[in-house]
């Protein structure tokens, strides 16, 4: 299961090493065949150039999920601590619709590929497979950014639960008159546990609270 999940979250890092590995063999053998054995491969510049395809959109989506595209920060920095997430909220939605968009432009250029039955001049390929680097690759980025977000609002779950742990712990039971020690610390399991799952969604820990809390005359928490 650990190796299955390490693979999802990093298969565009180990299809583009591997893609990079076979391009410099490629590559490799081309140079060594050109100058000592006076005869090139027909078939190595027209590998080496679809793998770089594959590198360059799929390196993008690893890209989104590293963190590791370029950004201009100096008017985000300018901007209260309010406005830089809305402006990063704006980030991710553009981001979404362009991602999307050039997914749907690139399926109908892998169907108009496939409807033509073009094929490469030195490998004989499809050139559909070719193009279907385009569609797979933002399909990814559309995956990472969708993750991000899911992160990003489970971060702002803990962060709202960890402020109503602050409350019990540091201000008494204030506010909760039927909640004892046992019951607190109850609660917090669950604010930081189910609150937080990745199928519950978001919801503010007040919210939860008023669902939370038994009636009057009990003195604890019951999961």
């Known amino acids: 299961?650990?190796?299955?999940?390490?693979?999802?979250?990093?298969?565009?890092?180990?299809?583009?090493?591997?893609?990079?590995?076979?391009?410099?063999v490629v590559v490799f053998v081309q140079v060594v065949f050109r100058f000592?054995?006076?005869?090139?491969?027909?078939?190595?510049?027209?590998?080496?150039?679809?793998l770089q395809v594959y590198i360059t959109f799929f390196g993008?989506?690893?890209?989104?999920?590293?963190?590791?595209?370029?950004?201009?920060?100096?008017?985000?920095?300018?901007l209260p601590k309010g406005g830089r997430k809305v402006l990063a909220i704006l980030v991710q939605i553009v981001s979404m619709l362009v991602c999307t968009l050039i997914l749907k432009?690139?399926?109908?250029?892998?169907?108009?590929?496939?409807?033509?039955?073009?094929?490469?001049?030195?490998?004989?390929?499809?050139?559909?497979?070719?193009?279907?680097?385009?569609p797979m690759g933002m399909a990814f980025c559309v995956i990472r950014l969708s993750l991000i977000h899911i992160s990003e609002q489970r971060q702002m779950c803990i962060r709202d639960s960890s402020c109503v742990v602050y409350h019990l712990c540091h201000h008494g039971y204030y506010g909760f008159p039927h909640l004892d020690r046992a019951g607190a610390v109850l609660l917090c399991r669950h604010l930081l546990g189910r609150l937080c799952h990745p199928n519950a969604g978001y919801r503010p820990a007040d919210v939860y609270l008023r669902g939370f809390l038994p009636a009057a005359g009990h003195s604890s928490v019951h999961g």
């Open 105 to 134: 432009l690139g399926v109908d250029i892998v169907m108009s590929q496939m409807a033509s039955g073009q094929v490469s001049p030195a490998m004989r390929i499809p050139m559909w497979v070719i193009y279907g680097a385009i």
């Open 1 to 24: 299961m650990k190796v299955l999940k390490k693979l999802a979250m990093n298969f565009e890092a180990y299809l583009c090493a591997i893609a990079i590995a076979v391009m410099s």
């Open 36 to 50: 000592i054995v006076k005869s090139s491969l027909p078939w190595s510049e027209e590998l080496s150039r679809y």
């Open 60 to 78: 993008t989506a690893y890209g989104i999920q590293t963190g590791a595209h370029l950004g201009i920060e100096a008017f985000t920095h300018l």
